[in-house]
């Protein structure tokens, strides 16, 4: 598949099909994702493939994300955060660009994916995975073959609303305190936290949102 075909054409993919996922595929994306570009060629990216029933059921019963436990392979993606450029937190850029390229190669592979960050928090998952202090759980990536291929989605802005040059020379949208963004951080930091139980309880609101996002 051409590079522009599969940017474009890349969904996330929330339905699979009851199928495994080749061994030689699960290789050949994760392959992909070392090939990404890394701050400082640090390459401290690792694999967690996640395929015990128990572990994925622990990690199902503490996410909303009413996919997961149906995807057919899940791929924890961890970048070690023992970096010296905090100022821009490379480690987590570098494991995004890891990340892109296991989607785009799942895409030309005629597999589906989609990143999760709807997790439970992080204190948690370092202990349901075993996770050290020093790498960072960066994203759970979701992947099997797709029951449907969505069509892309529309860009929000034209190139020229995007592209400035030289200064920020944008119209201003945003004009100091946003209440509203205030009050969804706080309820998701309190959502991370609540216990799996009371979480569950808050399942059809979750998915309901994250429905939104799968058309
Ligand atoms: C960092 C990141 C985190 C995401 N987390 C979730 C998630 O927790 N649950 C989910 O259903 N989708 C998640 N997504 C997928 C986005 O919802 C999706 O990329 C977006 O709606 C655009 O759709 P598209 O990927 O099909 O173009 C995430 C995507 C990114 C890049």
């Known amino acids: 598949m051409d590079i522009f075909e599969a940017l474009k054409n890349r969904r996330s993919i929330r339905r699979f099909e009851d199928k ?13 994702g070392q090939w990404a570009p890394s701050a400082c060629n640090r390459q401290d990216w690792k694999f967690i493939v996640i395929d015990d029933k128990e572990i994925r059921g622990q990690i199902t019963r503490n996410t909303s994300a009413y996919f997961v436990g149906k995807a057919p392979l899940l791929i924890m993606v961890l970048y070690s955060n023992r970096t010296d450029n905090l100022e821009y937190k490379d480690h987590l850029l570098s494991a995004a660009m890891a990340i892109q390229n296991m989607q785009l190669a799942a895409c030309s592979l005629g597999l589906g994916s989609c990143c999760v960050n709807n997790l439970p928090v992080k204190s948690k998952l370092r202990k ?78 979750a998915r309901k949102f994250e429905k939104r996002f799968d058309e």
């Open 128 to 205: 349901i995975l075993n996770i050290p202090r020093h790498y960072d759980p960066v994203s759970l990536l979701c992947l099997g073959f797709p029951k449907s291929y969505p069509k892309p989605l529309k860009r929000k802005e034209s190139l020229d609303e995007i592209i400035c040059k030289n200064k920020f020379d944008f119209k201003v949208d945003f004009h100091g305190l946003d209440l509203k963004l205030n009050v969804k951080r706080a309820v998701r930091y309190i959502y991370y936290r609540l216990p799996a139980s009371v979480k569950k309880l808050m399942d059809p609101i």
């Open 20 to 32: 495994p996922v080749p061994d030689e595929l699960v290789k050949k994306i994760i392959e992909s």
